[in-house]
């Protein structure tokens, strides 16, 4: 009687536990590990993956959608929508962002992004301009190695 | 001490009882009215707004972004990111919409969304194929007002 019911309580804590965790994760903050150098030197600038920065991305940002230039967000690729991607934010709705061979302008709901490492990026120089709904957090600190730890932004 | 005590206690369980609501919503499925008249007559047959449905919202199928033509899915709106608006999937990446002009073929990893009620609906043929990262649930069932209770889809 007395072990059912402490398995009862630990069963009961630890539920607890992990739906506060998932609801801290998807609304507050969450850290993500960041794969390859599209973002060097900003994260990442060395090519080997034991050294991966981990960053904070806070979600609040998403209550309100006020993002600014150059923030990095995390955002769902629009070609490859299980993939996400991080990069900096360059263009705001409204703004004319001057591509290879002519002027664009950034669409209402959306933003030009781009990867710090232009030679090795990604970004919105392909894929065009992605809708704001995508975006799914913004990076504000480096949280791991302890060496990199640092504010972005 | 005891009243203290109480009162502790049914906090926690009012806080607990929130955060498993919220965890729930975002996870599993959440309930939302539709507004408008684009997918008349599946919701909102009539234009007076005490009858709107309510209809229940599936979030499952955001793990595995498995849709199919003819879903009704939630959305967040392209171009006014705050909104969202229920409409149909009629085209998958690399099927061919004939619009007013000519033969769209839709993207990799984008979608074709109409409403129902084709002569009163703000869509794809206006704002073009969306990307399915924009997609925020599938409607399964109408659950308000009961006489139209009803499965959506297969």
Known sequence: MGIQ????QVTKKAFTGGIIGLTIS??????????????????NPQRNSYLDDYVLVEKFCLQDYKFARGDVVVFSSPTHYRDRYIKRIVGLPGEWIS??????????????VEGDN???????R????????????RVTNVVWPPQRVSKIG
Request: aromatic share 8%; glycine share 10%.
């Open 5 to 8: 019911n402490l398995l009862w």
């Open 26 to 43: 998807d609304r507050c903050c969450s850290v993500v590990p960041v794969r390859g150098d599209s973002m060097s030197p900003t994260f």
């Open 99 to 112: 591509s290879s061979r002519d002027v664009i302008r950034v669409p209402e709901g959306h933003c030009w």
């Open 118 to 124: 232009k030679a090795s990026s990604l970004d919105s």
């Open 126 to 137: 392909t894929f065009g301009p992605i809708p704001l709904g995508l975006i799914r957090g």
